[in-house]
Protein backbone atom coordinates (compact mmCIF):
# COMPACT_ATOMS: atom_id res chain seq x y z
CA UNK A 1 0.00 0.00 0.00
CA UNK A 2 0.71 3.55 -0.59
CA UNK A 3 2.46 5.54 2.09
CA UNK A 4 0.56 9.00 2.12
CA UNK A 5 3.46 10.99 1.08
CA UNK A 6 3.72 8.80 -2.16
CA UNK A 7 -0.03 8.99 -3.16
CA UNK A 8 0.23 12.39 -2.63
CA UNK A 9 2.99 12.57 -4.96
CA UNK A 10 1.38 9.97 -7.53
CA UNK A 11 -0.96 12.51 -7.42
CA UNK A 12 0.87 15.65 -8.63
CA UNK A 13 2.30 13.47 -11.23
CA UNK A 14 -0.55 11.94 -12.64
CA UNK A 15 -1.96 15.62 -13.09
CA UNK A 16 1.36 16.30 -14.66
CA UNK A 17 1.31 13.43 -17.23
CA UNK A 18 -2.23 14.85 -18.22
CA UNK A 19 -1.10 18.48 -18.13
CA UNK A 20 2.25 17.60 -19.99
CA UNK A 21 0.29 15.22 -23.42
CA UNK A 22 -2.68 17.60 -23.35
CA UNK A 23 -0.80 20.63 -24.28
CA UNK A 24 1.58 18.32 -26.76
CA UNK A 25 -1.65 17.48 -28.17
CA UNK A 26 -1.78 20.39 -29.13
CA UNK A 27 1.70 20.31 -31.58
CA UNK A 28 1.41 16.61 -32.83
CA UNK A 29 -1.28 14.01 -32.94
CA UNK A 30 -0.65 11.82 -30.07
CA UNK A 31 -0.44 7.68 -30.96
CA UNK A 32 -2.82 6.99 -28.83
CA UNK A 33 -6.57 7.34 -28.90
CA UNK A 34 -8.01 10.54 -27.88
CA UNK A 35 -10.36 8.95 -24.53
CA UNK A 36 -6.76 7.60 -23.49
CA UNK A 37 -5.45 11.02 -22.92
CA UNK A 38 -7.75 11.15 -20.25
CA UNK A 39 -6.93 8.26 -18.33
CA UNK A 40 -4.35 10.42 -16.26
CA UNK A 41 -6.77 12.68 -15.29
CA UNK A 42 -9.23 9.99 -14.44
CA UNK A 43 -7.00 8.27 -12.10
CA UNK A 44 -5.66 11.70 -10.28
CA UNK A 45 -8.92 12.01 -9.24
CA UNK A 46 -10.20 8.22 -8.04
CA UNK A 47 -6.71 9.27 -6.04
CA UNK A 48 -7.29 12.41 -5.39
CA UNK A 49 -11.14 11.54 -3.56
CA UNK A 50 -9.30 8.00 -2.18
CA UNK A 51 -6.96 10.55 0.02
CA UNK A 52 -9.42 12.82 0.98
CA UNK A 53 -11.55 10.08 1.91
CA UNK A 54 -8.96 7.88 3.75
CA UNK A 55 -8.22 11.64 5.61
CA UNK A 56 -11.72 12.46 6.94
CA UNK A 57 -11.85 8.59 8.31
CA UNK A 58 -8.41 9.53 10.00
CA UNK A 59 -9.49 11.97 11.93
CA UNK A 60 -13.19 11.07 12.39
CA UNK A 61 -11.09 7.53 14.11
CA UNK A 62 -8.79 9.56 16.08
CA UNK A 63 -9.76 12.80 17.13
CA UNK A 64 -7.64 15.86 18.71
CA UNK A 65 -8.88 17.91 21.44
CA UNK A 66 -8.80 21.69 20.88
CA UNK A 67 -5.52 23.45 21.86
CA UNK A 68 -5.46 26.61 23.30
CA UNK A 69 -2.59 28.94 22.04
CA UNK A 70 -2.48 32.86 22.23
CA UNK A 71 -3.56 35.09 19.03
CA UNK A 72 -0.66 34.59 16.07
CA UNK A 73 -1.18 39.00 15.77
CA UNK A 74 -2.01 42.14 17.86
CA UNK A 75 -4.97 44.18 16.91
CA UNK A 76 -8.04 44.75 15.31
CA UNK A 77 -8.51 41.78 12.74
CA UNK A 78 -11.15 39.73 10.71
CA UNK A 79 -11.28 36.18 10.01
CA UNK A 80 -11.99 34.35 6.63
CA UNK A 81 -12.39 30.43 5.84
CA UNK A 82 -12.92 29.99 9.67
CA UNK A 83 -13.05 26.59 11.01
CA UNK A 84 -15.52 28.14 13.03
CA UNK A 85 -17.61 27.85 10.03
CA UNK A 86 -16.98 24.55 8.50
CA UNK A 87 -14.46 21.60 8.89
CA UNK A 88 -12.18 21.17 6.09
CA UNK A 89 -11.96 25.23 6.78
CA UNK A 90 -10.36 25.47 3.33
CA UNK A 91 -12.03 22.61 1.47
CA UNK A 92 -9.22 20.08 2.17
CA UNK A 93 -7.50 18.31 4.34
CA UNK A 94 -4.44 18.24 2.65
CA UNK A 95 -1.21 20.00 4.01
CA UNK A 96 -3.29 19.81 7.83
CA UNK A 97 -5.59 22.57 6.43
CA UNK A 98 -8.64 20.88 8.52
CA UNK A 99 -8.73 23.49 10.68
CA UNK A 100 -7.06 26.58 9.01
CA UNK A 101 -7.97 30.06 9.20
CA UNK A 102 -7.00 32.79 7.03
CA UNK A 103 -7.03 36.40 8.89
CA UNK A 104 -7.06 39.90 8.04
CA UNK A 105 -5.71 43.15 9.18
CA UNK A 106 -9.09 45.98 9.57
CA UNK A 107 -7.90 49.65 10.10
CA UNK A 108 -10.20 52.51 9.76
CA UNK A 109 -7.93 54.88 8.84
CA UNK A 110 -6.78 52.83 5.68
CA UNK A 111 -9.48 50.22 5.11
CA UNK A 112 -8.68 47.23 2.73
CA UNK A 113 -9.37 47.77 -0.63
CA UNK A 114 -13.08 46.07 -1.72
CA UNK A 115 -12.94 43.11 -4.65
CA UNK A 116 -13.03 44.87 -7.92
CA UNK A 117 -15.31 43.27 -10.64
CA UNK A 118 -13.18 44.53 -13.31
CA UNK A 119 -10.37 47.27 -12.59
CA UNK A 120 -8.20 47.23 -10.73
CA UNK A 121 -7.01 44.08 -11.69
CA UNK A 122 -4.23 43.96 -9.15
CA UNK A 123 -3.03 46.07 -6.42
CA UNK A 124 0.01 46.43 -4.31
CA UNK A 125 0.35 45.12 -1.32
CA UNK A 126 0.81 48.39 0.47
CA UNK A 127 -2.76 49.24 0.23
CA UNK A 128 -3.39 46.36 2.15
CA UNK A 129 -3.12 46.87 6.05
CA UNK A 130 -2.28 43.38 6.72
CA UNK A 131 1.04 43.65 5.28
CA UNK A 132 4.18 43.89 7.17
CA UNK A 133 2.27 43.22 10.26
CA UNK A 134 4.40 41.56 13.28
CA UNK A 135 3.73 37.78 13.40
CA UNK A 136 4.12 36.61 17.11
CA UNK A 137 4.61 32.93 18.72
CA UNK A 138 1.38 31.23 19.84
CA UNK A 139 3.17 30.14 22.62
CA UNK A 140 6.68 29.00 23.97
CA UNK A 141 8.15 26.67 21.15
CA UNK A 142 11.31 25.59 18.68
CA UNK A 143 11.49 26.95 15.19
CA UNK A 144 11.60 23.77 13.07
CA UNK A 145 11.19 25.08 9.96
CA UNK A 146 11.67 28.54 8.45
CA UNK A 147 12.06 30.77 4.88
CA UNK A 148 11.30 33.80 3.59
CA UNK A 149 13.02 33.61 -0.20
CA UNK A 150 9.96 33.77 -2.55
CA UNK A 151 8.71 36.73 -3.59
CA UNK A 152 5.34 38.63 -2.44
CA UNK A 153 2.75 38.93 -5.83
CA UNK A 154 0.29 41.55 -6.31
CA UNK A 155 -3.15 41.14 -5.44
CA UNK A 156 -5.57 38.55 -6.69
CA UNK A 157 -8.88 40.50 -5.49
CA UNK A 158 -10.76 41.44 -8.62
CA UNK A 159 -12.75 39.23 -10.62
CA UNK A 160 -10.07 38.48 -13.37
CA UNK A 161 -7.34 37.83 -11.16
CA UNK A 162 -9.25 35.19 -9.08
CA UNK A 163 -10.39 33.69 -12.12
CA UNK A 164 -6.61 33.72 -13.36
CA UNK A 165 -5.58 32.29 -9.37
CA UNK A 166 -7.76 29.22 -9.68
CA UNK A 167 -7.73 28.18 -12.63
CA UNK A 168 -4.17 28.77 -13.86
CA UNK A 169 -1.57 29.51 -10.83
CA UNK A 170 -3.30 27.84 -8.35
CA UNK A 171 -3.09 24.54 -10.10
CA UNK A 172 0.54 25.18 -11.15
CA UNK A 173 1.24 25.92 -7.61
CA UNK A 174 -0.55 22.42 -6.29
CA UNK A 175 1.77 20.30 -8.82
CA UNK A 176 5.11 22.35 -7.57
CA UNK A 177 4.19 20.93 -3.76
CA UNK A 178 3.26 22.30 -0.50
CA UNK A 179 5.56 24.91 -0.09
CA UNK A 180 4.65 27.09 -3.53
CA UNK A 181 1.10 26.74 -1.80
CA UNK A 182 2.05 27.85 1.70
CA UNK A 183 4.82 30.20 0.22
CA UNK A 184 7.16 31.73 3.13
CA UNK A 185 6.10 29.63 6.36
CA UNK A 186 7.05 28.72 9.33
CA UNK A 187 6.64 25.97 11.67
CA UNK A 188 6.63 25.76 15.37
CA UNK A 189 7.27 22.66 17.96
CA UNK A 190 4.81 23.26 20.58
CA UNK A 191 5.39 20.34 22.21
CA UNK A 192 2.90 17.36 22.83
CA UNK A 193 2.91 16.70 19.33
CA UNK A 194 1.33 20.16 18.21
CA UNK A 195 2.73 22.05 15.18
CA UNK A 196 1.91 25.41 14.56
CA UNK A 197 2.56 26.73 10.68
CA UNK A 198 2.23 30.12 9.78
CA UNK A 199 1.90 31.03 5.66
CA UNK A 200 2.38 33.73 3.40
CA UNK A 201 4.97 35.45 5.21
CA UNK A 202 6.72 38.58 3.57
CA UNK A 203 10.06 37.95 2.23
CA UNK A 204 13.09 38.79 3.94
CA UNK A 205 10.95 39.29 6.71
CA UNK A 206 11.82 36.36 9.21
CA UNK A 207 13.46 37.05 12.65
CA UNK A 208 14.03 33.07 13.64
CA UNK A 209 15.52 30.35 11.78
CA UNK A 210 15.05 26.75 12.60
CA UNK A 211 16.22 25.82 15.77
CA UNK A 212 15.57 28.85 17.84
CA UNK A 213 13.98 28.99 20.98
CA UNK A 214 11.01 31.53 21.08
CA UNK A 215 8.71 32.72 24.09
CA UNK A 216 5.00 33.69 23.29
CA UNK A 217 4.58 36.93 22.12
CA UNK A 218 7.60 37.02 20.67
CA UNK A 219 7.44 38.63 16.89
CA UNK A 220 8.69 35.54 14.05
CA UNK A 221 8.23 37.29 10.94
CA UNK A 222 5.72 39.89 9.11
CA UNK A 223 2.85 39.03 7.07
CA UNK A 224 3.30 39.02 3.42
CA UNK A 225 1.20 37.60 0.02
CA UNK A 226 3.54 35.33 -1.01
CA UNK A 227 2.57 31.61 -2.33
CA UNK A 228 -1.42 30.90 -2.89
CA UNK A 229 -3.08 34.21 -1.63
CA UNK A 230 -5.33 36.76 -2.97
CA UNK A 231 -4.31 39.43 -0.39
CA UNK A 232 -1.92 39.80 2.08
CA UNK A 233 -3.32 37.82 4.94
CA UNK A 234 -2.39 35.22 7.53
CA UNK A 235 -3.07 31.10 7.25
CA UNK A 236 -2.39 29.74 10.56
CA UNK A 237 -3.15 26.07 11.49
CA UNK A 238 -2.42 23.88 14.20
CA UNK A 239 -1.30 20.10 13.10
CA UNK A 240 0.32 17.23 14.64
CA UNK A 241 3.51 16.77 12.81
CA UNK A 242 6.01 19.25 11.08
CA UNK A 243 5.56 17.68 7.36
CA UNK A 244 2.86 19.44 5.43
CA UNK A 245 2.83 16.14 3.29
CA UNK A 246 1.73 13.94 5.92
CA UNK A 247 0.24 16.66 8.77
CA UNK A 248 -3.47 16.29 10.25
CA UNK A 249 -5.10 19.19 11.50
CA UNK A 250 -5.79 19.87 15.22
CA UNK A 251 -8.41 22.26 15.95
CA UNK A 252 -7.49 25.54 18.18
CA UNK A 253 -8.98 27.95 20.13
CA UNK A 254 -6.97 31.30 20.67
CA UNK A 255 -6.84 33.04 24.45
CA UNK A 256 -9.51 35.74 24.93
CA UNK A 257 -10.98 35.72 21.42
CA UNK A 258 -11.63 32.07 20.83
CA UNK A 259 -11.90 30.59 17.04
CA UNK A 260 -13.89 33.77 15.12
CA UNK A 261 -16.49 32.59 12.22
CA UNK A 262 -16.76 34.14 9.06
CA UNK A 263 -16.80 37.32 8.69
CA UNK A 264 -16.20 38.30 12.44
CA UNK A 265 -13.94 41.01 13.53
CA UNK A 266 -12.07 40.55 16.63
CA UNK A 267 -9.32 42.63 18.79
CA UNK A 268 -6.63 40.08 19.71
CA UNK A 269 -4.10 42.07 22.71
CA UNK A 270 -1.34 40.37 22.49
CA UNK A 271 0.22 38.08 24.40
CA UNK A 272 3.51 37.46 26.82
CA UNK A 273 5.08 34.42 28.79
CA UNK A 274 4.42 35.36 32.87
Known sequence: M???????LLHRAL???????????????????????????IAAGGLGLALSTTARRRIAAEPRETVEVAPPVAG?????????DRTPSHGTHQYGQTYAIDIVEEDENRPRPSFAWLWPLVRGNRHFPAFGAPLLAVADATVVHA??????????????????????????????????????????DLGD???????????????VRA??????????ARCGNSGNSTEP???FQ????PDLGTARGVPFTWHGVGVPANGETFTAQGYAAA
Open 2 to 8: LSSTSAS
Open 15 to 41: WLLFIVQALASLVVEPPYPYWAGWLPA
Open 76 to 84: RWSALNSPA
Open 147 to 188: EDGQRDHLSRNSLPALVYLMLIESSVRALAGARRVTGNHLVL
Open 193 to 207: GTYAMYAHLRRGSLA
Open 211 to 220: GDRVVAGQEL
Open 233 to 235: HVH
Open 238 to 241: LMDG
